[in-house]
């Protein structure tokens, strides 16, 4: 093994340090409790091994991970981590994924935190048991461990001995807490991580194989659908079963308050029966409180607020040359995952087994444990993979709906899956948010005043208690939905990535934080940071602009991180950045750091606009992203590329719509997203690789930086700035007044 | 009812009204089609009927007497799959993979009846069916990909 670098050469005499040490003072005190803070990623909150890597006699190798698979790719770059510390092929080790009776608790799979957290945890912990395995070979092969080396599943000695793994695992070996220092593999030695592995999931899901959680089938499993309220707050008054009880097929029917569903031996049975029972329905309707939704934004900041100073830093200075300010607004959006939410249940032998697409077994295990009066451990939660969910869905108030349904019929297996207008209707949406921003240039056109609100709901409701499941609010004995928080930063809510990433002298932001929600939401792909980076970097080119620079030199001018200005410069190269567009057509730049510590992104996009009918197109764009130490360069490139997809699609069409009482687009003709028609030429994404350096998270730096690359290509192309999400056609060409 | 599914016949119980999709799904055993809006409105549940491209979801049993149905099951498998399976696994064109079979299904479709599409052609027939996870400058690529390889195969054999 070559180490490259100081900390890796002090890091590994570190460890032997350490380990003597504690040995020596072992004899004398009473051993004490790990100090875990000190550990990287979640070896923090599951300090053992053998939590993260087992090996059995046969040297099969299994990896745990608290995170799930969403899509995004975390199993094969998990996979590659582990793999490459241990020196064995990628398809060696098996993968076990959240799951409360096996794997750590490390939250929900959110926040562009599974290889922060999780792959650094399962690289530290792989690289332990590496050091154990040579350990446990050198004493075997009365050689330093320092002569042998790993390949393929065994250790071998100078003299060409092998060992498999297997024969070096006795048992309770990995059952160890890690210790503070690691010899890590040299970045320069890689031949798993940094490459293009090809995605584990893929072949099933293009085959037709067993992939996601809408294709379990239990033996004897029933199915289920629930019947939901006409809107929010409506309390059922009578419910007619006569019709249902005579439908073919239909076994029961679960109510408890105004939580009503029905199970049937087939799918479309329960589908019927369902339609039947909402005909029976009374409902007593909660009066409608919604106001107009053209007053959402006045609504919103009309409401109670908590004003938090998120930035406070220097004094305004007199006399600038000009001050400039505006306003934007976001609204109400949809995840609007592709399947609608599912979860198969089962409850047997006093124990209720619950498979969901929920991003956080654990604390859905602890919300689902509350509602039905269980104690947590009589609950297991198992993720199986659903459609791509991009936050908080539909995913634990269907686990939470299939677990009530499986307490009303012990011991048969039950599949729950929403409907459309339900998915639509009851997710839980992306908070509609307001931001304000004046500033002020100097004559040299450098900023130099700087200050930013923003208004938001929380940007999580995410369970942990049993009153966020829809289903707790339902109930005869409803629980209370938990006070909405705002949450801190670092990573922060509806303030994330509300201090821009560039050099401001005096800045000050704050957030105004509304606890009262006018309509459910939760977290959605990026939480504020799509806005605020939204309104953040348009405003950047607005300036821009009144300093009469060029877009992408006023960001330069502006930042002072060399791997802030090193994605800025490769995506403006990789675009051909300063060239003239073809008519019609506009340029536009973004750029961010995902939530001021994640992985840097830098956006150009070409969009072309229809004069006639104000109709835009994303032509082409150009990504540059650094996201730390790179697992898997195509599984980067294809999230940024998605993210580019995604936020282009939120950015020109979505805008979820209500009246008085609740949701109203409750299908994709009243909530369109993009089509074939819409998809950009081409998507070019540009990975700059930190070798050794800490991964940083990437799964939702896309958002920001392409809503404004977007928002300013329009600008660019229409000579026109539009404030207010979506920039739908309607908007472009009364902009452009025709 | 009988229904022909991937060359081969299947009594299958259940009420005429029933749509496509849950037939394949509860009756066969088969995880191609997938629920995604039951309007017609998304594609994911996309299969062929007589050759052309259906939604399984709003296309009741009793509409299919008689007919042909392909299923994404008898395009291959995992460990030798057909061009367009293997284009989306080369070209690593899912996120999700919610929507992929339903994109395979749609792009055969295409490719049953031009396996010279343009660009512009395949945008076209791909336009029914909806990504979330934004990765269709990839499918789109996969079609195409597949597309060249059903070509050269198809002029081998002269």
């Known amino acids: 093994m070559t180490t490259l670098s100081r900390r890796a050469l002090l890091s590994g005499s570190g460890a032997l340090i350490v380990s003597v040490s504690l040995r020596s003072q072992a004899q004398t005190l009473p051993p004490a409790p790990p100090d875990t803070a000190i550990l990287p990623g979640s070896l923090q909150q599951a300090p053992y091994l053998d939590a993260w890597i087992r090996i059995d006699g046969s040297g099969a190798i299994t990896v745990f991970t608290g995170k799930a698979e969403l899509g995004q790719g975390i199993k094969t770059a998990l996979l590659q981590i582990a793999a490459e510390e241990l020196s064995v092929r990628v398809d060696h080790p098996r993968l076990v994924t959240a799951d409360t009776a096996l794997t750590a608790n490390e939250g929900y799979t959110a926040g562009s935190h599974s290889l922060q957290d999780s792959g650094t945890a399962i690289r530290f912990a792989a690289a332990q048991v590496r050091q154990v395995l040579l350990n446990e070979a050198a004493t075997i092969f009365q050689q330093p461990a320092g002569q042998l080396h790993l390949d393929d599943g065994a250790v071998v000695a100078p003299d060409g001995r092998r060992l498999n793994y297997g024969a070096l695992v006795p048992p309770g070996i990995l059952h160890v807490v890690a210790q503070p220092e690691t010899q890590l593999k040299a970045p320069g030695a890689y031949t798993v991580v940094s490459t293009n592995v090809p995605r584990v999931d893929i072949p099933a899901k293009a085959t037709g194989g067993q992939a996601f959680v809408q294709d379990m089938r239990l033996p004897g499993m029933l199915h289920a659908r629930v019947v939901r309220p006409p809107h929010p707050g409506a309390r059922l008054a009578a419910l007619d079963t006569s019709a249902v009880a005579v439908m073919p097929g239909v076994t029961q029917v679960v109510q408890d308050g105004s939580f009503v569903a029905v199970v049937a031996r087939q799918e479309f049975q329960a589908i019927k029966a369902m339609r039947a029972l909402e005909a029976g329905a009374r409902w007593q309707a909660a009066a409608g409180t919604l106001p107009p939704q053209a007053d959402i934004f006045a609504h919103l900041a009309s409401l109670p607020a908590q004003d938090i100073s998120v930035l406070n830093r220097g004094t305004p200075p007199s006399g600038t040359a000009k001050m400039l300010s505006a306003r934007y607004t976001r609204p109400y959006q949809m995840h609007g995952s592709i399947g609608p939410s599912c979860a198969v249940a089962q409850l047997r032998d006093g124990m209720m087994t619950i498979w969901t697409h929920s991003q956080g077994v654990y604390p859905d295990r602890a919300a689902i444990a509350e509602l039905l009066n269980m104690p947590p451990a009589q609950v297991h939660c198992i993720h199986v993979e659903g459609s791509g969910c991009y936050g908080h869905n539909g995913a634990d108030d269907a686990a939470a709906d299939a677990a009530l349904i499986a307490r009303a019929m012990p011991g048969q297996p039950v599949r729950l899956q929403w409907m459309r207008e339900q998915e639509n209707g009851w997710e839980p949406l992306g908070p509609a948010m307001v931001s304000q921003v004046h500033a002020s240039l100097d004559g040299h056109g450098h900023i130099v005043d700087w200050n930013y609100a923003v208004w938001s709901n929380t940007h999580s409701t995410r369970p942990g208690n049993a009153g966020s499941l829809l289903a707790g609010r339902l109930l005869a004995q409803p629980f209370e939905p938990p006070s909405p928080r705002p949450i801190p930063l670092p990573e922060g809510g509806g303030d994330r990535n509300s201090i821009p990433g560039y050099d401001l002298p005096s800045a000050r932001v704050v957030y105004h934080f509304i606890p009262q929600m006018p309509l459910r939401v939760s977290a959605m792909r990026a939480l504020g940071g799509y806005m605020n980076v939204f309104s953040i970097e348009s405003f950047m080119d607005e300036l821009a602009s009144a300093a009469g620079a060029d877009p992408v030199a006023f960001r330069l001018a502006h930042l002072d991180d060399d791997r802030a200005k090193a994605v800025v410069k490769r995506a403006a190269e990789g675009f051909g950045w300063g060239a003239k567009p073809p008519a019609g057509h506009g340029y536009g730049f973004g750029f961010a750091r995902y939530k001021n510590l994640a992985a840097y992104c830098a956006v150009a996009a070409e969009l072309a606009v229809e004069h006639e009918t104000g109709r835009t197109r994303l032509v082409r764009a150009v990504a540059a992203v650094d996201a730390g130490q790179v697992v898997n360069p195509d599984g980067l490139r294809n999230q940024v590329e998605g993210a580019i997809l995604q936020s282009t699609s939120w950015t020109l069409y979505e805008s979820a719509t209500f009246d008085a009482s609740g949701v109203t687009s409750l299908d994709w003709a009243s909530y369109p997203i993009m089509r074939f028609d819409a998809v950009p030429d081409s998507v070019e994404v540009h990975v700059i690789d930190r070798p050794g350096m800490p991964f940083l998270g990437a799964g939702e730096c896309g958002q920001g930086p392409a809503a404004a690359a977007v928002a300013n290509a329009v600008a660019h192309a229409t000579g026109q700035r539009l404030r207010d999400l979506p920039l739908t056609r309607q908007k472009v060409k009364a902009a452009i007044g025709i | ?158």
């Open chain 2, 1 to 158: 009812m009988i229904l022909n599914v991937n060359g081969q016949e299947h009594d299958i119980d259940v009420d005429p009204d029933t749509p496509l999709l849950y037939a394949l799904r509860g009756e066969l055993g088969l995880n191609g089609a997938k629920y995604g809006c039951g309007l017609g409105q998304c594609g994911a549940c996309t299969v062929l009927v007589d050759g052309r491209a259906a939604f399984s979801c709003v296309t009741p049993v009793m509409a299919l007497a008689g007919k042909q149905i392909v299923t994404l099951e008898s395009l291959g498998s995992a460990d030798n799959p057909g061009p367009l399976q293997h284009a989306f696994i080369q070209e690593q064109a899912a996120q999700c993979g919610y929507c992929t079979a339903g994109m395979i299904m749609r792009a055969e479709a295409l490719l049953r009846r031009n396996n010279q599409p343009s660009e512009a052609e395949i945008r076209a027939a791909m336009q029914p069916n909806l990504c979330r996870c934004g990765t269709q400058v990839r499918i789109l690529r996969a079609v195409g990909r597949a597309a060249a390889v059903i070509r050269t195969a198809a002029e081998a054999h002269g």
